[in-house]
């Protein structure tokens, strides 16, 4: 059973950083795709950065170029989310999510970690 692991979340001040991990366990074969989604309250949620499993590809949302950065480390099945100059709006519950087969269908979902950003 694949399980998704979502850590690193917290409470920092406008500027701050976080670095948010999702370590995965239960693997037959590594998803295609692995993605970090956020959803705020009372809003839907949105996604946020997008990485190719296979040759490490990314791809941000606009709202977050230049400040995050997706990353992996496949020998510990990890993914990684680095957040720099964090913003109020930047407050959600972060989730990580995988796609098996890059069909645009997210097979695995972690539960979440809570990021709030203060002002």
């Known amino acids: 059973q694949v399980q998704l692991v979502e850590s690193g979340g917290g409470s920092v001040l406008a500027g701050g950083s976080l670095r948010l991990s999702c370590a995965a366990s239960?693997?037959?074969?590594?998803?295609?795709y692995m993605w970090w989604f956020r959803q705020a309250s009372g809003k839907e949620r949105e996604w946020v950065a997008?990485?190719?499993?296979?040759?490490?590809?990314?791809n941000l949302a606009d709202s977050v170029k230049g400040r995050f950065t997706i990353s992996q480390d496949n020998a510990k099945n990890t993914l990684y989310l680095q957040m720099n100059n964090l913003k109020p709006e930047d407050t959600a519950v972060y989730y990580c999510?995988?796609?098996?087969?890059?069909?645009?269908?997210?097979?695995?979902w972690g539960q979440g970690t809570q990021v709030t950003v203060s002002s």
């Open positions: 999510a995988g796609d098996r087969f890059c069909s645009g269908h997210y097979d695995y």
């Open positions: 239960g693997y037959t074969y590594r998803p295609c």
């Open positions: 997008q990485i190719r499993t296979n040759g490490g590809a990314t």
